[in-house]
C-alpha cells in the first residue's frame, strides 16, 4: 500500500528559528505576511520583536490578535476582514494551536465565500495562502499538519477542517519560546503530544514513515515532560519536548488520530475544556478499550516509553501501559470531568451529541477497535466514572 506523505516545504527546528522569519519570507517569495497571534503573545513582547526583524528588512505587515481559545467562526471571520484590507500574500502565524488553527483557517478561507461549516470534514480545504508557523508551545504539532479545528459559533460544533490549503509552507520551530509556558499548558499540551503520536502508531492509517517518528515522539515525551514540568527552565527537557511536539503532528497528520480525538472534540466545545486536558481525560480509559484491536501495538508502545520491558509478553506490557498512563495523568493533576466542573446531569445529558459528534469527525474509524454510538456513549459514562 502507498503512504501519502505531506509536510512544511520549509522547516527551522532550534534555538532562535523564530528569528528566521524575514529570511524564510525571502526564500518563499512573499512580502506581504499579515501576522496572527493573540492578546498574551503580544503582552509578553514577541509579536513587537517580530514586526521589528520585519521592520529592520522593509518587509510590510500587519497584525490580527483577535485569536481566541478554541477559536471560534466569529474569530476567523474577524481574521479574514482584516487580511481583506490589504493586499497580503501570506499568513504567519505565532502562538500555540489556536492560534496555527486560526490562520490556517484564515489563510484557507482567503478567498471563500461560503461558511467555514462548508468545507469541514469531509470535504477539504486544498489551497489558499501560504501559511508560516512560529509555534510558541509543545503540543499540538500543527505547524506541521494538514488539519484544523474550528468552533462553529452558532451550533457549537467543534469542526475537524482537513487538506493542503491549511499546511504550513513553512515550520519555525523554537524551544526557546515555550520556556515561560505554566505547568498546566506544559502538562495539557505535553499529553496532547503524547496522544497524537500513540494515536498515529496505533491508528488504521499507522505506516512505516510514520510509525519510526511517533515511536521517537513518545520515547522522548515520556521521558522529558515530567522533568518540564517540574523544572520549566530545563532547557534540555524544552527543547526535547518541543522536538516530540513536532515529531507528534508529523506522525498524525500522516497516519491520522483515533477514538481519542474523536470523544475529545466535543468535550472541548460544549464544556470549554482545554483541547489537551480533554485528551489527557480520556487517553488511559480509551486505550484500554481498544488495546484489544492490536495488543502487538500498543505493547510497543509501552516499551517505546520504558513502562514494559523488551522481556514482557505483550499481554503484561499493555497491563504496564495503562497503569503509566493512568500515574502520568495523576502525577500531572489531570482533572476529571467532574474535578474540572462538570456536573454528572450536565455530562449526561450531553453525551448523545457528543457521540455523534465524535462519529462524525471520522476519527474513531481510524481506531484499531471502531466503535458504533453505543459504545461510544458507554465510553464516555466509563471516562465520567474514572
Not at 481519542?260 to 480509551?286: K, Q, T, W, Y
Request: aromatic share 4%.
Amino acid at each position: 500500500m502507498t503512504s501519502n506523505i505531506n509536510l512544511p516545504r520549509i522547516m527551522r527546528i532550534g534555538a532562535e528559528a523564530s528569528r528566521m522569519l524575514p529570511a524564510t519570507l525571502k526564500e518563499l517569495g512573499l512580502s506581504r505576511p499579515l501576522l496572527v497571534s493573540d492578546a498574551f503573545i503580544v503582552s509578553l513582547g514577541w509579536l513587537e520583536t517580530l514586526e521589528q526583524q520585519l521592520d529592520k528588512e522593509g518587509i510590510f505587515h500587519r497584525r490580527f490578535t483577535g485569536v481566541v481559545p478554541d477559536p471560534t467562526t466569529d474569530a476567523i471571520y474577524a481574521g479574514l476582514a482584516v487580511l481583506r484590507e490589504n493586499d497580503h500574500d501570506c499568513v504567519v502565524a505565532l502562538g500555540g494551536g489556536s492560534t496555527i488553527d486560526s490562520a490556517k483557517a484564515i489563510a484557507a478561507m482567503a478567498r471563500r465565500d461560503q461558511p467555514i461549516r462548508h468545507y469541514k470534514v469531509p470535504q477539504t480545504l486544498d489551497d489558499g495562502l501560504p501559511i508560516i508557523a512560529i509555534p510558541t508551545t509543545a503540543g499540538t504539532g500543527s505547524e506541521t499538519t494538514r488539519v484544523a479545528v474550528i468552533t462553529d459559533t452558532e451550533t457549537q460544533e467543534k469542526m475537524l477542517c482537513m487538506g493542503l490549503g491549511l499546511m504550513p509552507v513553512a515550520a519555525l520551530v523554537d524551544f526557546e519560546l515555550t520556556m515561560t509556558m505554566p505547568l498546566r499548558l506544559t502538562a495539557d499540551t505535553g499529553i496532547d503530544s503524547l496522544c497524537h503520536a500513540l494515536e498515529a502508531y496505533v491508528s488504521r492509517k499507522a505506516n512505516p514513515f510514520t510509525d519510526t517518528i511517533a515511536l521517537a515522539s513518545m520515547s522522548a515525551i515520556a521521558k522529558h515532560l515530567p522533568t518540564a514540568c517540574k523544572e520549566p527552565d530545563n532547557r534540555e527537557a524544552r527543547e526535547a519536548m518541543m522536538l516530540a511536539a513536532t515529531q507528534g503532528g508529523i506522525a498524525f497528520s500522516n497516519a491520522s488520530v483515533t477514538l481519542i480525538h474523536g470523544m475529545s472534540r466535543p468535550i472541548g466545545a460544549l464544556f470549554h475544556v482545554p483541547h489537551g486536558m480533554s485528551n489527557a481525560m480520556l487517553l488511559p480509559d480509551i486505550s484500554a478499550w481498544s488495546i484489544s484491536g492490536a495488543p502487538a501495538r500498543y505493547a510497543t508502545c509501552a516499551r517505546a516509553m520504558q513502562l514494559a520491558q523488551a522481556s514482557d509478553s505483550d499481554e503484561l506490557a499493555n497491563q504496564k501501559l495503562v497503569a503509566g498512563l493512568r500515574q502520568l495523568c495523576a502525577d500531572l493533576q489531570v482533572p476529571t470531568p467532574a474535578s474540572f466542573g462538570i456536573s454528572k446531569a450536565q455530562w449526561h445529558d450531553a453525551i448523545p451529541t457528543m457521540a455523534q459528534q465524535a462519529l462524525d469527525s471520522g476519527s474513531p474509524n481510524n481506531n484499531p477497535l471502531i466503535p458504533d454510538a453505543a459504545q461510544i456513549a458507554s465510553l464516555y459514562q466509563t471516562v465520567w466514572g474514572s
